[in-house]
């Protein structure tokens, strides 16, 4: 199994950034996808990227290409979400989540076996 652990999260003014870390633990040293999900107040939660096991093929939502940027560091067992020009329809509860893959393809429909937390992120207008 793999645990997951989020930070990161916090307030920050409409135009901001923030980087999510996830720091992973447990039988790390197989294959796995990582993924951030979010949840919002009275909505579902949605995938906003992925990343395949070596870093090497990501996925964003559209609503968030070009602002985000998903990345991981496997020497650290950590992922990242960097998120820019934040908007306030992105506050919402980030989730890390992962499932073990050694594909070199993200699938946007996979099951994740592994959940964070999650992190409050909040965004002022």
């Known amino acids: 199994q793999v645990q997951l652990v989020e930070s990161g999260g916090g307030l920050v003014q409409a135009g901001g950034s923030l980087r999510l870390s996830c720091a992973a633990s447990?039988?790390?040293?197989?294959?796995?996808?990582m993924g951030w999900f979010r949840q919002a107040p009275g909505k579902e939660r949605e995938l906003v990227a992925a990343?395949?096991?070596?870093?090497?093929?990501?996925y964003y939502a559209d609503s968030v290409k070009g602002r985000f940027t998903i990345s991981r560091d496997n020497a650290k067992n950590t992922g990242y979400l960097q998120m820019n020009t934040l908007k306030p329809e992105d506050a919402a509860v980030y989730y890390c989540?992962?499932?073990?893959?050694?594909?070199?393809?993200?699938?946007?429909?996979?099951?994740?076996?592994?959940w964070g937390q999650g992190t409050q992120v909040t965004v002022s207008s």
């Open positions: 447990g039988r790390t040293s197989s294959s796995y996808a």
């Open positions: 990343i395949n096991w070596r870093g090497a093929t990501t």
């Open positions: 989540a992962a499932y073990y893959s050694s594909s070199g393809y993200v699938n946007p429909k996979a099951t994740y076996d592994y």
